[in-house]
């Protein structure tokens, strides 16, 4: 019989093997309030959507403050 998949699109496809992608968070300014989310990232400061608070450059201000990245604590909504 010949299958619709080849091996390795159907390993590729197979989700038991991969780990689930944690929720994006959400980082507040402990200074002023300002809000990074993971999600939208900040484009206007070359930070793509999507990218994760670790990786954010460690020499980040807030953009409306400018606290130091340590000055940062994720929050829960």
């Not at 989310?37 to 206007?44: S, Y």
């Amino acid at each position: 019989m010949i299958s619709k998949w080849s091996r390795s699109e159907a390993q590729r496809l197979d989700m038991t093997d991969t780990l689930p992608v944690p929720p994006y968070r959400t980082w507040m300014c402990q200074v002023c309030g300002w809000l990074y989310e993971e999600a939208a990232g900040l484009p206007e400061a070359g930070i793509a959507p999507g990218t994760r608070w670790e990786d954010v450059p460690a020499d980040f201000t807030c953009p409306e403050c400018g606290a130091p990245k340590q000055d940062f604590e994720v929050v829960d909504f």
